[in-house]
C-alpha cells in the first residue's frame, strides 16, 4: 500500500510542521534537572557544601571565608580605582596649568610681535619642534596657516592628524556588594546560619553527606521546601512552621528568643548566575530558520 502523498512530498517552497520540528523551529521548552539547580546547603560563590555559613537580608548564604574573601577583594579594588581616579584628576589639573601657561605664552609673543615687530623666538627647543606640520618631524618653524591647516585637516591616516582618545575613570562607587543579589552588602548586615541536622538511627551511618531538619516538624529540608532564617539567632525553619507557628508568637521555637517581623529572611533556594531558580524551572530556548542554510539559528537560553 502506497504511503500517503503529504509523508512523500518534500518539494514545497515552505516547510512542513514535521520538518519544523525536526530542525528544532519554534521554542523548544525543557524543565531544569537535578544538575542544573544549587543545593540549598551550598554556598553561592564555591558552590560547595558550606562551612560556617553565613546570610545576608536578601537569603544568600554564603561560606565564611568566601564572603570575607570576596569583601575584601572588593574593598582592594574599590581603593585601586579610588587611587586611579585621584591620578587621573591631577593630571587633568596639571594638563589645564599647562594649557594656561602656554596660552599666556602666545598672548604675549602675539602682543611682543605686534607692537616690536618682532618673530617670536622659542627658548625651548623642544617645544618648536614637538608643533606637528608639514615640513617633517624635526621642523622648527611652524607658521599659523599651516597649524590651521593641520586642525581642519580630514586625513584621519595621518599621525599628525588623529585624535587623541583619553580614557577616562568615573569615580567609583565606595560600598561593597552582594556577589549574588548585587545589592549593598556590609559586614555588619551578615549574620550567621545555624542548621539543625539529622542525627537520628534511621539515617544511615555510611552516609557522608549530612541532612539537615526543621526543628519544628523534623521534615529532611530540601530545594522543593521554602527555608525561612532568623536573622536574630540564625535558626532555620521551613516556611509551613514559619507561618504557622513563629509568625504569630515572635518565638525562636528552639532557643525561645523573641524577634519582630523583619528578623525573618526567605533564604533564596536554587540557582547561581548560570542554572536556574525559584519555583519555574522551565528553561526555554527560541530557534528560527536560517536564510537559505536550513540550519536553526539559536538564540541564547532564557531561563525562569
Keep these: 500500500m502506497p504511503q500517503r502523498h503529504s509523508k512523500n512530498n518534500n518539494d514545497l517552497a515552505f516547510f512542513t510542521y514535521d520538518e519544523k520540528r525536526k530542525l528544532g523551529y519554534g521554542t523548544q521548552k525543557e524543565r531544569l534537572g537535578k544538575d542544573s539547580i544549587k543545593p540549598f546547603d551550598a554556598c553561592c560563590l564555591c558552590l560547595k557544601p558550606f562551612i560556617d555559613p ?3 537580608q536578601k537569603g544568600h548564604v554564603f561560606c565564611k571565608e568566601c564572603i570575607l574573601e570576596c569583601l575584601l577583594a ?3 579594588d574599590i581603593q585601586r580605582k579610588l587611587a586611579a581616579h585621584e591620578l587621573q584628576k591631577k593630571q587633568e589639573k596639571d594638563e589645564e596649568k599647562e594649557k594656561l601657561m602656554l596660552q599666556k605664552a602666545r598672548e604675549l609673543d602675539a602682543f611682543d610681535q605686534q607692537n616690536h615687530g618682532a618673530v617670536p623666538q622659542y627658548s ?3 617645544h618648536s619642534q614637538d608643533k606637528p606640520g608639514f615640513h617633517g618631524a624635526n621642523s622648527v618653524k611652524v607658521t599659523s596657516y599651516e597649524e590651521e591647516a593641520l586642525r581642519t585637516m580630514k586625513a584621519f591616516w595621518l599621525p599628525s592628524a588623529t585624535p587623541d582618545a583619553p580614557v577616562k575613570v568615573d569615580a567609583p562607587s565606595t560600598s561593597t556588594v552582594c556577589p549574588e543579589g548585587k545589592e549593598k552588602l556590609k559586614l555588619k548586615s551578615l549574620f550567621p546560619v545555624y ?3 539529622d542525627t537520628s538511627e534511621r539515617k544511615s551511618s555510611s552516609s557522608l553527606d549530612k541532612t539537615y531538619i526543621c526543628p519544628s516538624c523534623k521534615v529532611t529540608l530540601t530545594n522543593t521546601l521554602s527555608l ?9 525553619f521551613c516556611k509551613k512552621c514559619s507561618d504557622k507557628f513563629m509568625a504569630v508568637d515572635k518565638v525562636c521555637l528552639v532557643c525561645t528568643k523573641g524577634f519582630k517581623e523583619r528578623n525573618l529572611v526567605n533564604l533564596g533556594k536554587g540557582g547561581t548566575g548560570f542554572a536556574g531558580h525559584g519555583d519555574h524551572l522551565m528553561a526555554t530556548e527560541f530557534k528560527h530558520l536560517g536564510s537559505g542554510s536550513g540550519l536553526g539559528l539559536v538564540r541564547p537560553a532564557a531561563k525562569s
Design 195 to 197: 542548621f539543625t541536622e
Design 124 to 126: 625651548d627647543r623642544n
Design 228 to 236: 525561612v532564617a532568623l536573622s536574630s539567632c540564625g535558626h532555620v
Design 54 to 56: 553565613m546570610s545576608c
Design 74 to 76: 572588593q574593598k582592594k
